[in-house]
């Protein structure tokens, strides 16, 4: 037989997190992080793209004109309010209030001349002042009507308890990445809302996978009394651990290749804004089905009447066993807790006591 | 349960050969419907990746408390797709998305500036109807050619009192080559892309000279396009160019027509007519306006001034002209004419949102030249293949063999959806944008997430003490819920962004929801019966580092004996029988 490997030692308990005895510890990390979101977001707020403000925005490829040549040229035509920067991928790009259309045309033509590329090649895009509430209300209205429906689908699909976990573990995530728009200033476009909408999808897909593994773990729990609900749920997550990881990496590499060629080759644009949301979320949706929805879920659980008395139970049993002190029987019990709660205190007990029988009948 | 298989010791039938061909027969058909001949094979690109520019426009009700309603959104993108068609490009698209106050209207045109297209779509048809002072042929010049007809066929009568109609068609047609040599336009300040009309306070000698250079036989004019000031002498075409209007002033504005529906009479013959009901206002000023011109003498070209016909003018061109036979005094009308069932049909819709009871907002206007567009498609591509490297990369390394099995799998649902966007731009007119790319290279990804969802359950299933063959299958039973359900939430929520966004949102919505479906399919009746294949054959079986599924742990222990506890209580299809896993222990254990 071959040497373990990590996610043989997770499997077995043998190492792991205690992702739901340290929960206390996990929730006041997120705290910590959700203050920070929100102050930020109150006192800095976020830097919201043309398209939510109003605005015209041109960009002008392979331009010979330098910023300021830019921006007087610009003036001449909207009177101020004009932003130029320069993108990475040599293009100008010129901000302004929303212009009419022929002030747009005219915008195009004194830019052409001055940057000296074809006016075709100048790619413009003007917003209304009242799109970007509308484009906003449609958001937050997905949102609202997304949630709703998975709510429904989680309470049919595993009960009110997980759904609740579900959502609350969405609704940080939510806070969380706004909190770092608004820290970090990145343009939130209507390419970030898609990317906000997406995680969202995708943090629950990361929590549906830990959350399925708990149930089926933990069908039939209350009828023994050797194991607590939340020692049972710990070792799903660890068991789930690789899983969650490798979905993630394999998410994030597609995502990390758009950011670099987005950032590369196109400057700033649809596809950047979407990628860095969607990897930002990425980050924080894994973290939160394991470290938030998961907890959660547990401490909501063992409110549940037969969880409780199925908790007593085994704290009663084990408090028993303690007081006869570690007899061969005991240690034969203790084993399976072990390989369930690695970092509880029944597991490190007893868990250097007895290897796995595949490796106790090799040399 | 047929014995035949040895994975029925499992309580399972697995049947992967089966599995196989009707993945085989689904994917032939999609590359059929995909590439079946006709239409373009290529996969329609939007405005962002091809260049172009695009207007959003926001429909708004015109009068508060009222809501629009999707025949009149219906209506408004077929006056829309008239403007811009009209000015002769190929290519153009316009939808509506969403519907009611929330709906937007996408037109995209490539090779048009955003100045011109903005001018052409975002102005709201006007619909007004106006005395005829005087009607003339429809050349430029004042020389009259011989007309035998009136294009005014078309009577107008209350109620069922119905007056047998004129019954002669207008057709004026044969006069056009006689008079094409006019071009000249009456107005040459106007630009090319709409229509030109003459208005003037006063119907002075200035007015009639300019309505004299007028060409009606300019597709241009006909075409309409230019909203006519309702309070100002009009000097316009017929839409079919058969003829030149003088008009005054407007007596009746669209807005008072309550009503417009095609019908055929209830007593007597002839063909199909459009009833007409008006508000108090309209009602009144029709009464006087019929009143007035009922005892007028006939229109007809070169003929008297003023003469007995209204005209319906819709965005500066007439599109009927009936003239009176009575005075019509009850709100009530009806107009007459050799109407077909469409032509009826075409005029009530005219009469009943022509003068479109929806003001239109420009919103958005983006203009992306077709080299961005072509860098961004690029990009996109890139992008994609890089993204796709990583993940073959990583499964090849993480799981070996069995990540030929998932690289195979990225390859088939990436040819499926390819041929998806092929077909359905054919069919529904799919359109694929920077942001369904984004949604297409994400959704690689995620479908990767499905082949790892199962390789690490069949891992577990392994260290439970499964055999490779037992694990493949029972592996699945629990993978495949969690696929399903975990599939089934993003896809609600693609759903659900598709449903109510706009735009850019939209194209990702549905090429993330369409990748899940994808993904499903691939998933049930390739990855699972492939795996399944292969973790039969010999070789897997000897469970070697290069197959890609050796776990360091074998046990059936302590975590087979709680699990057989928490199945006691009946685990719906999920179970794998407790004695044959036992059994099988031992001969996994024999064989590793």
């Known amino acids: 037989m071959a040497r373990m490997t990590w996610g043989d030692r997770l499997y077995t308990g043998q190492s792991g997190i205690n992702f739901v005895g340290r929960a206390r510890l996990w929730f006041s990390i997120s705290a910590v992080l959700l203050l920070i979101s929100i102050g930020a977001l109150v006192f800095r707020g976020l830097n919201l793209g043309i398209e939510f403000t109003g605005g015209a925005v041109f960009a002008v490829p392979q331009a010979t004109c330098s910023v300021p040549d830019a921006r007087s040229a610009t003036e001449g035509v909207t009177e101020g309010g004009v932003i130029v920067t320069e993108t990475g991928a040599g293009i100008v790009r010129v901000q302004t ?26 790619t413009s895009q003007v917003v209304g002042p009242t799109w970007g509430a509308e484009i906003t209300s449609k958001g937050i209205q997905a949102l609202v009507v997304f949630l709703i429906l998975v709510t429904l689908f989680l309470s049919i699909y595993f009960e009110w308890r997980f759904a609740v976990a579900a959502l609350a573990a969405l609704a940080h995530d939510i806070i969380i990445t706004v909190g770092i728009y608004a820290l970090t200033g990145l343009p ?38 050797v194991l607590s609900y939340a020692e049972v749920a710990n070792r799903s997550v660890n068991q789930v651990l690789v899983r969650s990881i490798n979905t993630s990496i394999t998410s994030l590499l597609p995502v990390l290749a758009i950011i670099i060629v987005g950032a590369g080759l196109l400057g700033a644009g649809t596809l950047l804004d979407l990628a860095v949301a969607l990897a930002v979320g990425m980050f924080i949706g894994v973290y939160s089905s394991l470290f938030v929805a998961t907890p959660l879920a547990v401490i909501l659980k063992s409110r549940q009447e037969d969880i409780r008395a199925l908790d007593r139970r085994v704290s009663s049993r084990r408090a028993g066993q303690a007081r006869r002190g570690d007899d061969d029987t ?29 490796k106790r009948g090799k040399k | 349960m047929p014995p035949s298989t040895p994975s029925s010791r499992t309580g399972v039938t697995a049947r992967p050969g089966r599995l196989l061909i ?35 426009l926001q429909p708004r009700a015109v009068q508060e408390g009222t809501t629009i309603t999707d025949a009149q959104l219906a209506q408004t993108v077929e006056i829309i797709r008239q403007r811009v068609d009209g000015v002769g490009v190929a290519e153009s698209e316009v939808t509506v998305q969403g519907s009611g106050e929330g709906a937007a209207i996408v037109v995209s045109v490539p090779d048009v500036s955003q100045e011109r297209l903005v001018e052409l779509v ?4 006007l619909l007004d109807f106006r005395p005829v002072w005087s009607l003339a042929p429809p050349a430029s010049t004042t020389v009259e050619p011989p007309l035998d007809d009136t294009a005014a066929s078309q009577d107008i009568a209350v109620g069922d009192d119905t007056a047998p109609a004129d019954g002669a068609a207008a057709d004026a047609s044969d006069d056009t080559a006689a008079a094409g040599g006019a071009s000249a336009s009456a107005d040459d300040t106007a630009p090319k892309t709409s229509a030109a009309i003459v208005q003037s306070p006063e119907n002075d000698p200035a007015f009639t000279e300019k309505v004299a250079a007028l060409d009606c036989l300019d597709p241009v004019n006909q075409a309409g396009g230019t909203p006519d000031d309702p309070q100002q002498w009009l000097g316009t075409c017929d839409q079919d160019g058969l003829a030149k209007y003088t008009l005054e002033p407007a007596f009746i504005q ?12 209830q007593q007597g013959v002839g063909g199909w007519v459009v009833s007409l009901t008006f508000d108090g206002e309209g009602a009144s ?16 070209p070169g003929g008297p001034s003023p003469c007995n016909a209204f005209a319906i003018v819709l965005d500066g061109v007439v599109v009927s002209a ?19 069932a469409q032509e009826a049909q075409d005029l009530a819709n005219i009469l009943s949102y022509g003068a479109l009871p929806v003001t239109l907002d420009v919103v958005e206007v983006t203009s992306i030249s077709p080299t961005v567009g072509s860098d961004q498609l690029r990009a996109g591509l890139i992008a994609g293949a890089i993204g796709f490297l990583l993940i073959v990369v990583f499964l090849l390394v993480y799981y070996r063999a069995l990540g030929i099995v998932a690289v195979l799998s990225l390859l088939l649902a990436a040819a499926m959806i390819y041929f998806l966007f092929v077909a359905l731009g054919k069919t529904i007119g799919f359109t694929l944008t920077l942001a369904g790319v984004a949604g297409a290279i994400v959704s690689i990804g995620i479908t990767a997430d499905s082949f790892i969802i199962y390789f690490e359950r069949i891992r577990d299933a392994l260290r439970e003490g499964k055999s490779m063959r037992q694990a493949a299958e029972s592996g699945w039973l629990l993978a495949r819920r969690t696929i399903l359900a975990a599939d089934f939430v993003t896809l609600l929520g693609a759903i659900v962004l598709y449903i109510i966004s706009v735009g850019n949102v939209r194209g990702f919505a549905f090429t993330l929801g369409l990748t899940m479906a994808v993904d499903i399919i691939v998933a049930f009746l390739f990855s699972y019966p492939l795996t399944v294949l292969f973790c039969r054959s010999a070789w897997m079986q000897k469970g070697t580092w290069l197959g890609g599924l050796r776990v360091g742990v074998r046990s059936s222990d302590s975590v087979g004996k709680r699990k057989g506890k928490g199945r006691d209580d009946g685990g719906g299809d999920d179970d794998g029988p407790e004695g044959s896993e036992r059994a099988e222990t031992e001969t996994a254990e024999v064989e590793s």
Do not use: H
């Open chain 2, 122 to 125: 975002g102005r709201t048809a």
């Open chain 2, 22 to 56: 009707i993945m085989g027969v689904i994917f032939a058909l999609l590359a059929a419907w995909a590439f079946w001949p006709g239409g373009d094979n290529r996969v329609r690109l939007g405005l962002d990746l091809r260049g172009g520019t695009q207007v959003i």
């Open chain 2, 322 to 340: 009936p003239r009176f036979n009575e005075p019509i005094l009850g709100g009530q009308a009806q107009i007459e004419g050799q109407f077909t």
């Open chain 2, 285 to 300: 000023a029709l009464s006087q306006a019929s009143q007035e011109l009922y005892s007028l003498p006939e229109c007809s």
């Open chain 2, 254 to 265: 669209g807005t008072n027509v309550t009503g417009a529906v095609a019908q055929l009479p």
């Open chain 1, 97 to 122: 209030e929303p212009l009419t259309p022929v002030q747009t045309q005219e915008v195009i033509d004194v830019l052409a001349q001055t940057c000296n590329v074809r006016a075709e090649a100048i």
């Open chain 1, 188 to 225: 939130v476009t209507p390419a970030t809302l898609i990317g906000f909408l997406t995680i969202l999808g995708y943090s629950l897909y990361d929590t549906v996978v830990v959350f399925d593994k708990i149930r089926e773990d933990t069908k039939g729990i209350t009828g023994q009394s």
């Open chain 1, 330 to 358: 005991a240690a034969g019990e203790t084993a399976s807790v072990a390989a369930a709660a690695p970092g509880s205190a029944a597991g490190t007990r007893a868990q250097p006591k007895r290897q796995p029988r595949s």
